[in-house]
């Protein structure tokens, strides 16, 4: 069974940065990506970032294009999302967890979340 746990997240002014990780086990690498969704106060969760199984594709939401960058390790399995640039906007919680990423489809389970707060 795959696990996924995210680390990193915390309270940032706007215009910081932040390094989220993602550290993964039981998960087959084959065929599907990992990614990022986030889910704001209120509102549905958003997927915001995702990377192919051999990291050669990466996708973003349009909003954070430009600001959030995507990679993995493999070998240490680890999949990290580093936001600059943080807006107000980009606060919510941030979850881990494997996809499709063409369309930001979730598969199987995914981590607990890491809460990311951007406020002055």
């Known amino acids: 069974q795959s696990q996924f746990v995210e680390s990193g997240g915390g309270l940032v002014q706007p215009g910081g940065s932040l390094r989220l990780s993602c550290a993964f086990s039981g998960f087959t690498l084959d065929y599907y990506g990992i990614g990022w969704f986030r889910q704001a106060p209120g509102k549905e969760y958003e997927g915001v970032s995702c990377?192919?199984?051999?990291?050669?594709?990466?996708y973003y939401a349009d909003s954070v294009k430009g600001r959030f960058t995507i990679s993995r390790d493999n070998a240490d399995k680890m999949v990290y999302l580093q936001m600059n640039s943080l807006k107000p906007e980009d606060t919510g919680v941030y979850y881990c967890?494997?996809?499709?990423?063409?369309?930001?489809?979730?598969?199987?389970?995914w981590g607990q979340g890491t809460q990311v707060t951007v406020s002055s």
């Open positions: 990377i192919s199984s051999d990291a050669g594709s990466t």
């Open positions: 967890g494997s996809m499709y990423c063409s369309g930001y489809v979730p598969v199987g389970s």
